[in-house]
């Protein structure tokens, strides 16, 4: 079974970069997508982007200019890099495997900013 | 982007009772949607993709239907266990989009 074991800096001060790793076990990363989720009390559940093996991506489009995913196929890990963060950005993050829907995921981060 | 309505936002049900959560596109998806369950403190899981497709391992008291823009996710008889919030999301495009949830509370 596939597992996703994510990491990464829970707090971060405003305009500060957020970075996550999300590491791929138990299963053939090649041939998936894999995402960032996020989901906060106000906006719900929100999908960030994915990535494939071969690092073509898809953002969304609100957040495409702060946005990079990125893939190391050598470690089987992805990551997610938001920049400028504000208190809009503090969430619960998420990794999940999938194209159109997502069967695997990772524990959650919770993500706060605060100055 | 595709906008996901779901309603009702809560409900509240006994044991036993057959209960219907409804979600809406904003425009047609055609069978491109999915159903999530969720749990305090816990990630989404997949109950039902392509809208009528029951994910291996979920009860047989899960099912899905509704093609364009009107679905319906059906628990035929709940169990204590199935009290928690639920989600339907669209894959016909990115960005892919999630419903607001409906919380499913017991009676």
């Known amino acids: 079974q596939v597992q996703l074991q994510q990491w990464g800096a829970g707090l971060l001060k405003p305009s500060e970069t957020l970075s996550l790793t999300c590491a791929v076990s138990g299963g053939s990363f090649s041939g998936y997508y894999w995402n960032w989720i996020r989901q906060s009390p106000g906006k719900g559940l929100e999908w960030i982007g994915e990535?494939?093996?071969?690092?073509?991506?898809n953002y969304h489009p609100s957040l495409k200019s702060r946005v990079t995913i990125s893939v190391d196929m050598s470690k089987n890990q992805f990551s997610l890099k938001l920049s400028s963060v504000t208190a809009a950005d503090m969430a619960v993050y998420y990794c999940?495997?999938?194209?159109?829907?997502?069967?695997?995921w990772g524990q959650g981060t919770l993500v706060t900013v605060s100055s | 982007d595709i906008q996901m309505t779901q309603s009702p936002s809560s409900l509240s049900a006994s044991v036993g009772d057959r209960v219907t959560i409804t979600c809406r596109a904003s425009q047609s998806i055609s069978t491109y949607l999915n159903w999530y369950q969720q749990k305090p403190g816990k990630a989404p899981k997949v109950l039902i993709y392509?809208?009528?497709i029951l994910q291996s391992g979920v009860p047989s008291r899960f099912s899905g239907s509704g093609s364009g823009t009107d679905f319906t996710l059906t628990i035929s008889s709940l169990q204590p266990e199935d009290f928690a919030t639920y989600y339907c999301q669209q894959s016909s495009s990115t960005p892919r989009t999630f419903g607001q949830g409906t919380k499913l509370e017991i009676k």
């Open positions: 990535i494939n093996h071969s690092g073509s991506t």
């Open positions: 999940a495997r999938g194209y159109s829907w997502y069967v695997d």
């Open positions: 392509a809208a009528s």
